[in-house]
Nanobody, 117 residues
Framework: QVQLVESGGGLVQAGGSLRLSCAAS????????MGWYRQAPGKERELVAF???????YYEDSVKGRFTISRDNAMSITALQMNSLKPEDTAVYFC???????????WGRGTQVTASS
């Protein structure tokens, strides 16, 4: 059974840092594109950061320079280091694993991140 389990969320003051981890089981992530998405109350889910199987990265404009995505294929872990958190970063953060044409597409259940002002 494929599982993506997020951890590392929590409550932090604005300006603080959190590190999210996504642990995958039941699949090999080596050839998969990994992404972090977030969904704030009343808003649509949006892509925050992405790292391809060949280590290309993408960041949503509002997090550039503050967030860093990384992956460890041997450990089947994808991480998101979040620095200088702002109240507008508050959301549930979801891990996604997908093959390039999304013939396989998996989601975690999410972890809450709250940055208080």
């Amino acid at each position: 059974q494929v599982q993506l389990v997020e951890s590392g969320g929590g409550l932090v003051q604005a300006g603080g840092s959190l590190r999210l981890s996504c642990a995958a089981s039941g699949l090999t992530i080596d050839n998969m594109d990994m992404g972090w998405y977030r969904q704030a109350p009343g808003k649509e889910r949006e892509l925050v950061a992405f790292i391809s199987s060949d280590l290309r990265t993408y960041y949503e404009d509002s997090v550039k320079g503050r967030f860093t995505i990384s992956r460890d294929n041997a450990m089947s872990i994808t991480a998101l280091q979040m620095n200088s958190l702002k109240p507008e970063d508050t959301a549930v953060y979801f891990c996604n694993a997908a093959t390039p044409y999304r013939t396989q597409n998996y989601w975690g259940r999410g972890t809450q991140v709250t940055a208080s002002s």
